[in-house]
């Protein structure tokens, strides 16, 4: 089932970079030749909201996406993602 998730981006592993990182192997299968973004979920938060999370102790989500194209880094992106068997890893089928 499709879902839409913004985000800020904030790291970048393109593929020839892979073998610098210690992906688990269902995640190494999943992105073989594929750019892995993780994202900050909601966007880039204000400083008010960054104080009321952690007052709250309620810490900001990241989500991993995979995706067959870059994103930039410090950049919010909009896209279409699929569920993966990987707890909070998204497969991008479509940027916004």
């Given amino acids: 089932m499709d879902e839409t998730i913004a985000g800020e981006v904030i790291h970048v592993v393109p593929p020839a970079d892979h073998e610098d990182y210690d992906f688990e192997p269902k995640m190494a299968s999943l992105a073989d030749s594929r750019y892995v973004i993780v994202c900050r ?3 880039k938060p204000s ?3 960054r104080i009321a999370a952690f007052l709250r102790r309620q810490p900001i989500e990241p989500v991993t996406l995979v995706a067959d194209s870059a994103a930039e ?5 909009t896209a279409t993602v699929e ?4 707890t ?4 991008v089928t479509e940027f916004r």
């Fill in 83 to 86: 569920e993966t068997t990987i």
């Fill in 73 to 77: 880094e410090g950049k919010e992106i």
């Fill in 88 to 91: 909070g890893v998204y497969d």
């Fill in 41 to 43: 979920k909601g966007g």
């Fill in 47 to 49: 400083w008010l909201k």
